[in-house]
């Protein structure tokens, strides 16, 4: 029999993945929140909507978590986890904190239930296309049974081990991103500092070795002005960040590198850079005018 699927927090990334889910066939619960655009679409899809978490937990088999953060996951859990059967499934699609993730594996796993963490890579556009990709902590069995699931709104599926290692992956990869985002502001702003322009700049990069899919989205903001070229907020890297200092101090391992880029991201956030609409392209800005111009 297939699957029941539940779905909260239909943001940016969300209300893609819940769409693509809905087009494979699955019955899909979403529980409503403020913001009624996407609750209505997905309603008009033939989604239900859930008044309560415990609602949800009992119309669902695999429930989806797509949230700012592990706070935010960890309360969602707690009031899910009461009306979920004996079996079920969460799947936490969030960036979230190693550690939580291991401490609430264990805890659901005395209570019946598998947590997978499946954080994602790509972008709202390739949400609502469907070709995200998806790095997934997992059981083996567990794995195999949310696999056609995850296939729905991911072209790419890699199960990188047991549970927590797809969010310690993720945050290894958002290091890299964020890593560039904070070279690529400071080369930017000393670049402006000494007379090269950000034209004169790209035309060299692009199309070099140093070109990437990620210049190229941060650069859709400082060269074409787009401001909604790469909308991943100045405060989740901040927070993506910080979790990986974390997880480095957990592991003994020394990350200079890591932390210079969070000082960048929280002197943004200091200077006023924390609304919801303050992007981490937008960190060029911040750089420059802490430099004057």
Not at 10 to 25: C, E, Q
Not at 54 to 75: N, W
Not at 197 to 221: A, H, K, L
Request: net charge negative; aromatic share 6%; glycine share 12%.
């Amino acid at each position: 029999m297939q699957e029941s699927i539940g779905f909260i927090g239909l943001g940016y990334m969300g209300h893609g993945m819940a769409k693509n889910i809905l087009a494979k066939g699955y019955g899909l619960t979403v529980l409503g929140h403020r913001n009624r655009e996407p609750i209505e679409d997905l309603l008009s899809r033939g989604a239900h909507e859930a008044a309560s978490e415990q609602t949800l937990a009992d119309a669902s088999d695999i429930v989806f978590l797509c949230l700012p953060g592990s706070p935010q996951v960890e309360a969602v859990i707690e009031k899910l986890s009461a009306g979920l059967s004996d079996g079920a499934v969460i799947v936490d699609c969030s960036t979230s904190d190693p550690v939580s993730t291991a401490r609430l594996s264990q805890t659901l796993a005395e209570r019946g239930i598998h947590l997978v963490d499946a954080p994602l890579g790509g972008t709202p556009v390739q949400a609502e296309e469907g070709i995200l990709s998806a790095m997934v902590g997992a059981d083996d069995a567990v794995f195999e049974r949310v696999k056609p699931v995850i296939e729905a709104w991911a072209s790419t599926v890699v199960h990188i081990g047991r549970p927590g290692d797809g969010h310690r992956m993720k945050l290894l990869n958002n290091f890299l991103s964020l890593g560039y985002a904070a070279l690529y502001s400071e080369a930017l702003a000393l670049g402006q500092k000494v007379g090269i322009s950000v034209e004169t700049f790209d035309s060299v990069i692009r199309g070099s070795r140093m070109d990437c899919g990620f210049y190229q989205t941060f650069m859709g903001y400082a060269l074409e002005g787009n401001r909604e070229a790469h909308k991943f907020t100045l405060t989740n890297a901040l927070k993506d960040l910080t979790y990986l200092e974390s997880m480095a101090d957990s592991a003994g391992v020394a990350n200079p590198t890591g932390n210079a880029a969070k000082n960048s991201f929280a002197m943004a956030l200091a200077a006023g850079g924390n609304g919801p609409e303050d992007y981490v392209p937008h960190l060029a800005d911040f750089v420059a005018r802490r430099n004057g111009m």
